[in-house]
């Protein structure tokens, strides 16, 4: 029996928030990969010590081990209090914990105070440094996850005026013919989103002055996935979870078995994979997935899902009876 893709983030995709999607949700170019290797190197050519410990922060983000990651990621901050990639990549540890976990006001309120605090660390070298593109990038990211997340929590003014913020930002990446792939990223959502909107709201998206083309949007993905650099996860997970937005959960099931083949102990993308047999109606294989994820390193901060995926189980094996 085929089941409904079940995903937390459901809810603030539906059409009744559809401005959200062109005012705010973009997914906005986040960068999980902002990274200046220029920036950031000895006279010898290798990484120093913040480059070093950033990417042990985000090795231990993608494998799921998140307290780890937050320790990695605070070091950062104390290395350079000014510089707000710590603070970025220490906001997303709460976002992906609502996003893919559990949506509580508790877990929100944790992203969107250290969403702010990125936010005022980036604007802050923005000012100084307005062509800066991985800044725009950050900027544009943060005030869309921000939107997201008062959308789901159905705040409607605070998501609106995230939104309309990220918007702002997400505009000065679209015109730009860099390769970089955040803008990637930044474009192909844009494009899906304003595309994908339904034939009744179109008028409102032409009211806004906004054309977009879900075709180019995938496209733009699928470079940013290709790409190098912690990036490319961020881009293939997009793409698994539009492709199953999509019904096409074939596509859907290749992107999520590259994630898990290049970061094996990430619950959430072993968690997504098991969800996307199950909405295939391929129950054995969803149940020896659910089983693979609970196998894996149980950190307190995602227990939320292990009980998700016993109550899961259990309700298929109900069904089965």
């Given amino acids: 029996m085929k089941t409904e893709i079940r995903y937390s983030t459901k809810r603030l995709l539906q059409p009744l928030k559809i401005v959200l999607f062109f005012t705010a949700g973009f997914y906005c170019g986040v960068t999980q990969d902002d990274v200046s290797a220029a920036e950031h190197q000895t006279d010898t050519g290798g990484l120093d010590r913040f480059e070093e410990i950033m990417y042990d922060g985000l090795d231990a983000f993608y494998q799921t081990d998140w307290k780890m990651a937050a320790e990695y990621f605070a070091t950062l901050q104390k290395l350079e209090p000014d510089n707000p990639r710590g603070y970025f990549f220490s906001a997303m540890i709460p976002f992906w914990e609502y996003f893919f976990v559990d949506q509580n006001e ?88 304003v595309g994908s909107v339904p034939r009744g709201l179109r008028w409102l998206v032409r009211l806004f002055g906004l054309n ?3 075709h180019k949007g995938f496209a733009e993905l699928k470079k940013a996935a290709a790409s190098e650099g912690y990036i490319r996860a961020d881009a293939k997970m997009i793409l698994a979870y539009l492709f199953n937005k999509e019904g096409e959960h074939e596509k859907a099931i290749d992107y999520l078995e590259e994630l898990i083949d290049e970061f094996p102990r990430n619950q959430i993308f072993h968690f997504v994979y098991a969800e996307t047999l199950e909405s295939m109606g391929k129950e054995t294989e969803a149940i ?13 901060s995602i227990s939320g899902l292990h009980d998700m995926i016993k109550k899961r189980m259990s309700d298929m094996k109900s069904s089965r009876s």
């Fill in 106 to 193: 508790d877990t929100a309120q944790n992203f969107m105070d250290a969403a702010d605090v990125a936010i005022a660390k980036a604007e802050k070298k923005y000012k100084k440094n307005p062509d800066d593109v991985r800044l725009i990038s950050m900027l544009s990211g943060l005030y869309g996850y921000k939107s997201l997340v008062a959308s789901g929590e159905n705040n409607v003014r605070t998501a609106i005026r995230n939104g309309r913020d990220g918007f702002n930002y997400t505009q000065l990446l679209l015109d730009r013919d860099e390769t970089m792939p955040e803008i990637y990223i930044g474009r192909g959502m844009y494009h899906y989103m």
């Fill in 288 to 300: 020896l997935a659910y089983n693979a994820v609970l196998h894996l390193n149980d950190d307190s």
């Fill in 212 to 214: 977009g083309d879900t």
